[in-house]
């Protein structure tokens, strides 16, 4: 199994909503719904903020909000703030033989 | 509040053995409720699963390391330990361990930079 597919970068203006696509397969984001996504600071640890596809960790903020439609899951960040710049990464359940499928990260740019 | 901490060489010989330990603290290692893992990221690139291991299973690895990986937990230190055998310099990343809940990464320690050079 191939990693996820992610867009590398995508940008947008302070207060607008962006949505970030995380591509998968039939094998993984279509037949589990335990998509995760991850946000990483440069030099920094990745963080969870969304898992089971749509539920928040305690502490993360609910401009964080995600969705899946057959292979595809998504992350949306609305009204985008200039500390939400950083990479994303999605990850999808897989089972056998990998278990937990990576995307290769989105690099998010507050404009 | 679950906290994890890496420790271990930052500098390991191409042929030799990488060992990197994780302590935790603020959740019983031995708890069915978690699974342990080691991930790793590339220099500038993304994450990657190495092994995970859960107190009441065995360990899992991702295929591309073809056995060189072996994960295991001590619950008398309340630590887990990743040996990557054989290293080359294609192993040279930051390695972080994370705790899995509800199939997720909850929890990461602040990651270890390993590079493997003689």
């Known amino acids: 199994q191939s990693a996820l597919t992610q867009a590398a970068s995508v940008s947008g203006t302070p207060g607008q909503s962006i949505t970030i696509p995380c591509a998968g397969s039939?094998?993984?984001?279509?037949?589990?719904?335990?998509v995760s996504w991850y946000q990483q600071h440069p030099g920094t640890a990745p963080k969870l903020i969304l898992y089971d596809v749509d539920k928040r960790p305690s502490g993360i903020s609910d401009r964080f909000s995600g969705s899946k439609s057959g292979n595809t899951a998504s992350l949306t960040i609305s009204g985008l703030q200039p500390e939400d710049e950083a990479d994303y990464y999605c990850?999808?359940?897989?089972?056998?033989?990998?278990?937990?499928?990576f995307g290769g990260g989105t690099k998010v740019t507050v404009l | 509040q679950v906290q994890l901490h890496e420790s271990g060489p930052g500098l390991v010989k191409p042929s030799q053995t990488l060992s990197l330990t994780c302590s935790v603290s603020?959740?019983?290692?031995?708890?069915?409720?978690?699974?342990w893992s080691w991930i790793r990221q590339h220099p500038g690139q993304g994450l990657g699963l190495v092994g995970y291991?859960?107190?009441?299973?065995?360990?899992y690895y991702t295929p591309s390391l073809k056995g060189r990986a072996t994960v295991s937990v001590d619950t008398s230190t309340s630590q887990f330990s990743l040996r990557l055998t054989s290293v080359t310099v294609a192993d040279t990343a930051v390695y972080f361990c994370?705790?899995?809940?509800?199939?997720?990464?909850?929890?990461w320690g602040q990651g270890l930079l390993v590079t493997v050079s003689s």
């Open positions: 990850c999808s359940y897989g089972g056998l033989p990998n278990f937990w499928l």
């Open positions: 039939g094998g993984d984001v279509g037949t589990y719904n335990l």
């Open positions: 291991i859960c107190y009441t299973t065995d360990a």
């Open positions: 603020g959740a019983s290692i031995g708890n069915g409720g978690y699974c």
């Open positions: 994370a705790g899995i809940q509800s199939n997720s990464f909850h929890h």
